[in-house]
């Protein structure tokens, strides 16, 4: 079974984490949605880039080989994008170049 560290050197499962994520997506959903009524992007402030991504400022892989998992499911940890602007944060918004363009 998977499991990881957490900042206090307990363990847990990849199913916990994956569940914690979850959750606190929805949780940050929400929020969003009782401060201002609708989810929106915060990059770029627009609600027409649907769908609505959460992001993590520190990946969830880089959380689990770091031994602070518990960063994976911190709000604090998760931004609300449109999913374009979602792929730029990621870097997957990479245009390839045909050999006309060099």
Known sequence: MNSYKISTGERVTKITIDRRVRE???EKLAQQVDQFGYNFCTQCKANTDVPIDCAHVVSVDQCQRTGRSELA???ENI???GRSCHKKYDGLDLQFKTKQDE
């Open 24 to 26: 606190a997506k929805k």
């Open 73 to 75: 499911w911190d709000l």
């Open 79 to 81: 931004r609300i994008l």
